[in-house]
């Protein structure tokens, strides 16, 4: 089968590889829709948690191609979903519902066999069907809207609370819709581009701000006592860093966007402690994976103005540098037979 290996850090190919083989509880799913995540960039450069070589994917919708001989829940030919985070159940993390820190957690796409390929091997476990009513396009969504219903989960938020988001791209997007729908009254968008500022308007920003030196003014004169809400969508320190010097008292900080492994920044304990800061983290999803199909079939969420390529696998190498570069939305990949 053809298949995208990340052979070392920075070092891409499109292969012909083996296809997977299917254990006795698991299942094997023909590809059908396959996004391109910023989680695989810090892949490729070696900032994440994985091994190479390594076949790329973790965003993807497809058919059930083979059933294991334990399987009783699918069948040959029903559209699936997948939960890329696979848990063991018997640590202690997972007896205690916090499996997303489970002691043996694995990956697909990080670091077990992913979805660009086409095929792809998945514990029936993390397995779901997709409402018939779901284009592959939304389909392909639900991972990343898992992420983004785990993250509302984590953040406590009240009617009426002014919220930012730092970074406008697929994720911050989805971001937006998710805290209107929460109950931000005021909710600014800040990126470098305008055209993602036009798509967060559409979906629900209020005010949006074009980032530049002049920021940190722009944004007092909006929120002079800070944001009640403060998210980063872009795991870069100098937007991390201005999003904490815009939380005002009582405030919480949401980390969403992944930061390369190695970055620091400093803060003072004291800012924390006087102003009554929160300051949370949220890494992947949780079981979500239901709740953002819901979110998704109701129409909370819209993730189809979000797709700016959808692509076949073969031009990956170059739809890659494209997204790299910053000049992408979401960047999909169907596979043509």
Known sequence: MRAVVFDAPRQLSLQEVAEPVCAADEVVIRTCRAGLCGTDLHIFRDEYMSTYPLIPGHEF??????????????????????????????????????????????????????????????????????????????AAF??????????????????????????????GALLIQALRHRGA????????????????????ATETIVAGPDLPRQLRRIAPRGFDVVVDATGVLEAILHGLEMLGPCGRFLQFGVAPRDAAITLRPYDVFRNDWTILG???????????IAWMTSGVIKVEPLVSHCLPLDEFAAAFDTFERGETMKVHFRFDR
């Open 61 to 138: 919708v497809g058919e059930v191609h083979q059933v294991g001989r334990d399987v009783v829940a699918f069948h040959v030919g029903q559209r699936v979903a997948a939960d890329p985070n696979l848990y063991c159940g018997r640590c202690d993390f997972c007896r205690n519902r916090r499996h997303n820190h489970c002691d043996n957690w694995q990956g697909i796409g990080i670091n077990r066999s992913g979805a660009f390929a086409e095929y792809v091997s998945v514990p029936a476990a993390a397995c779901y069907g997709v409402p018939q009513s779901m284009s592959d396009t939304e």
């Open 142 to 171: 639900i991972e990343p809207v898992s992420c983004v219903v785990h993250a509302m989960n984590r953040l406590s938020m009240a009617a009426g609370d002014n919220a930012v988001v730092f970074g406008a791209g697929p994720m």
């Open 185 to 204: 009254a005021m909710l600014v968008a800040v990126d470098k581009q305008e055209s993602r500022l036009s798509t967060a308007r559409e979906l629900g």
């Open 282 to 292: 949220s890494f992947a999803l949780c079981y979500t994976f239901e709740q953002a």
